[in-house]
């Protein structure tokens, strides 16, 4: 029988905090387009945060310049599918499914950080609106690294995503651009992945129909 958060012997502010927790727990089981490298299964968007995570960590000191404030990327990029617990992911290839999808993640942010104390939840709120609108150096770096995780991982993958949904060179290409746009460090790492994605066929020239 699972627990009950109101039999634990804690103050109120510290039962929300494990609600919400545990309710976070729950990106777990939201699978997304990606595969794992081996082809076994899709990742989840808690694998996808994690990995994303290491790579703004890995990517930040060569990349990312001095302004960079490297713990609030972190921040950003750990709260910023939350709210897929409740909305689910949303491939960034369906644009009009992602612009459809906007409603659905503001109301998955005003439930999921609504459990928080209030301060607390409107400090992830927040975070999560930041990283949305990818006005700051950190949150366009976090959406730069966003659209760039996926690349490597298709790449990495010998193609085995692109192939499975016919993803063509000219899509690919389009997300270098959008790399570029929100962190043009981050280009020559996109083009060099693309480019060698290219070169050994694993993009498709034109897709389905």
């Not at 713990?71 to 612009?99: F, M, Q, S, T, W």
């Amino acid at each position: 029988m699972p627990g009950r958060l109101d039999a634990l012997a804690l103050d109120g502010d510290t039962r929300a905090r494990l609600d919400f927790l545990v309710a976070a727990h729950g990106l777990t089981a939201v699978t997304r387009l990606n595969r794992l490298l081996d082809g076994s299964r899709a990742e989840t968007s808690a694998e996808h945060s994690w990995h994303l995570a290491l790579t703004a960590l890995v990517l930040a000191p060569a990349h990312g310049g001095a302004e960079l404030d490297l713990a609030r990327v972190l921040a950003l990029v750990i709260v910023h599918d939350v709210v897929e617990v409740d909305a689910g992911d949303v491939p960034v290839y369906g644009v009009a499914a992602r612009d459809a999808a906007a409603a659905a993640e503001a109301r998955a942010a005003e439930r999921l950080f609504g459990l928080l104390p209030a301060d607390e939840g409107a400090e992830l709120r927040a975070l999560w609106h930041e990283f949305e609108a990818a006005r700051t150096p950190e949150a366009r770096f976090a959406r730069a690294v966003d659209r760039l995780q996926p690349i490597l991982v298709h790449w990495a993958g010998d193609g085995a995503t692109w192939r499975e949904h016919t993803i063509t060179e000219a899509q690919e290409r389009a997300m270098v651009e959008r790399v570029a746009a929100f962190w043009p460090p981050l280009r020559v790492v996109a083009e060099a992945l693309v480019d060698d994605a290219v070169a050994r066929g694993l993009l498709a020239e034109r897709g389905p129909g």
